[in-house]
């Protein structure tokens, strides 16, 4: 099991900063990649960025160049860097894990994926 919980979400003016914070408890050893979504109403829920253990990352073409993601592997923390925010980026932002845990000798596993409780950016022009 995996806890994830956010902070980090606010108020801030168009063009200002913002970074999210995932923290990480639980069988945090099996955690493989991490992701941040947002949801805003109205809208479906999207992938903003996606990092992998290794550290390899991807982002949506429209926070491209003005987010960044990053991690703690030791820890298995997890963070969102947000410049140059645009009333758009408006949304509740969700730390996603996959996990996987090897649960026999055989090599059997199991494999879930765990959700924070979100944290709400909201910019303003």
């Known amino acids: 099991q995996v806890q994830l919980v956010e902070s980090g979400g606010g108020l801030v003016q168009a063009g200002g900063s913002l970074r999210l914070s995932c923290a990480a408890s639980g069988r945090i050893s099996s955690i493989t990649d991490m992701s941040w979504y947002r949801q805003d109403p109205g809208k479906e829920r999207e992938l903003v960025a996606k990092?992998?253990?290794?550290?390899?990352?991807t982002y949506s073409e429209a926070v491209k160049g003005r987010f960044t993601i990053s991690r703690d592997n030791a820890k298995k923390n997890m963070y969102l860097q947000m410049n140059s925010l645009r009333p758009e980026d408006t949304a509740v932002y969700y730390c996603?894990?996959?996990?996987?845990?090897?649960?026999?000798?055989?090599?059997?596993?199991?494999?879930?994926?765990?959700w924070g409780q979100g944290t709400q950016v909201t910019v303003s022009s």
């Open positions: 990092i992998t253990s290794g550290g390899g990352t």
């Open positions: 996603n894990a996959d996990w996987r845990h090897v649960i026999n000798v055989e090599g059997a596993r199991v494999e879930k994926t765990f």
